[in-house]
């Protein structure tokens, strides 16, 4: 099961969140999208890259999420 914490803070266009459970520890991940559905959604999409094993690293990762 994964458990997610997530603090919202707006920085200019951008938020920020902290997602950990189940052997996954992302800390300050941003997203340029604001809202907290935007938030769990960012989290679907981590989960569903995960789920799917495509190689992905963490910076590119952020880097997607960020831009998206």
Partial sequence: TISDKYELSDEGCTQSFDLTGDGIEYKNIRISML?????R???AAIL????????VTEDELRAGLVKA
Avoid: D, F, M, T
């Avoid at 569903?48 to 190689?55: H, L, V």
């Fill in 41 to 43: 959604n960012a989290i």
């Fill in 35 to 39: 809202g907290e559905h935007q938030v």
């Fill in 48 to 55: 569903a890259i995960r789920a799917s094993g495509i190689a």
